[in-house]
C-alpha cells in the first residue's frame, strides 16, 4: 500500500520531500480568535471616524449624541485592541510552539543528507513554521502582530526603523499613527515570507563565507543558532515601545506634563 512517502532507491532512508514535510493536518489553528478582534478593533476606528464627521460635518455645530455615540464606539475600539496584543502573543507562542512529532519531522529534513543542503540550511536557519514560510504567499502573523513578528523573526534593524517611524506618528495623531501601524500590517503579510526568505539566504551566505572550513554539520548548528526566533526581545521591545508611544501621546494631548 503506498503511504505517499518517499524513500532512497540505495539506503532506504525516508526523503522529507515538498508534498509530505512537516504536515500536520491535525494542528488546531487559534488565529481565528486575534483576527477578530483585529476586525473589531479597525470596524470600530472606521465607524467612530465617520460618526465624528457626521456629527460635525463643519466643525462647529456638533450633534451630542452622535458625538457621544462616537467615543463609546472609539473607546470600545481601544478596548479591542489592548485585548488584541496579549492574545496575539499568547497564540504566537501556542501556534509556534512545535510538537514533539513536528521537531522530529523538521529535524529529519534538516539531518537527511539526502535533501539538498542549500534547503537544509534554510529550514534550520527558519527553523518553526519553515514551510508555512516558505511555501504560502501570505503571512498571517505578521498581519495580525505587524513590525513585532518581524522582531520575533529577529530581523532588528528593520523593525527598528519601522518602530522609530510609528512612534514619530506619536506626535501628529492616534488615527494616524493606526493608519501607519495598519498599513505596515498590510504590506508586511504581503511581502513578509518573500523578503524573510531572501534575508535568511542573504544571511547564510555570510555563515557560510565566515566559516568556509566549517563541516555542513557546523554549519547547520550555526544557522539554527544565528536564526529562529526570539520572543523574548519582542517582549521588551513591545513594552517598552507601548509605554514611550503612550507617554508620547499623553504629552501631546496636554494630560501630563514635563
Request: proline share 3%; aromatic share 12%.
Amino acid at each position: 500500500m503506498d503511504s505517499g512517502e518517499t524513500f532512497c532507491t540505495k539506503c532506504g532512508t525516508k526523503v522529507i520531500t515538498n508534498n509530505n514535510q512537516f504536515n500536520n493536518p491535525n494542528k488546531k489553528n487559534y488565529w481565528f480568535v486575534p483576527a477578530l478582534l483585529f476586525i473589531g478593533f479597525i470596524t470600530c476606528f472606521i465607524v467612530s471616524i465617520i460618526i465624528g464627521i457626521i456629527a460635525s460635518p463643519t466643525g462647529n455645530n456638533i450633534n451630542p449624541i452622535l458625538n457621544n455615540i462616537s467615543i463609546i464606539i472609539y473607546r470600545l475600539g481601544m478596548l479591542l485592541g489592548l485585548l488584541l496584543i496579549p492574545s496575539l502573543f499568547i497564540i504566537l507562542y501556542i501556534s509556534n510552539k512545535n510538537t514533539p512529532e513536528e521537531k522530529e519531522e523538521l529535524n529529519d529534513y534538516i539531518n537527511n543528507k539526502n535533501n539538498n543542503i542549500e534547503d537544509r540550511l534554510l529550514a534550520a536557519y527558519i527553523g518553526k513554521n519553515y514551510q508555512k514560510i516558505s511555501q504560502k504567499k501570505v503571512s498571517i502573523p505578521a498581519f495580525l502582530l505587524s513590525v513585532f513578528y518581524i522582531l520575533y523573526r529577529k530581523l532588528y534593524i528593520q523593525s527598528l526603523i519601522i518602530l522609530a517611524i510609528i512612534l514619530a506618528s506619536a506626535f501628529l495623531s492616534t488615527y494616524i499613527s493606526i493608519i501607519i501601524f495598519f498599513t505596515i500590517s498590510i504590506i508586511s503579510a504581503i511581502i513578509f515570507n518573500k523578503l524573510y526568505i531572501k534575508y535568511s539566504k542573504k544571511q547564510i551566505e555570510k555563515i557560510k563565507q565566515q566559516n568556509s572550513s566549517a563541516s555542513k554539520e557546523e554549519l547547520i548548528k550555526k544557522c539554527q543558532k544565528n536564526g529562529g526566533t526570539n520572543i523574548i526581545v519582542m517582549l521588551i521591545v513591545y513594552f517598552i515601545f507601548s509605554y514611550l508611544f503612550v507617554t508620547i501621546r499623553m504629552l501631546t494631548m496636554g494630560i501630563i506634563h514635563y
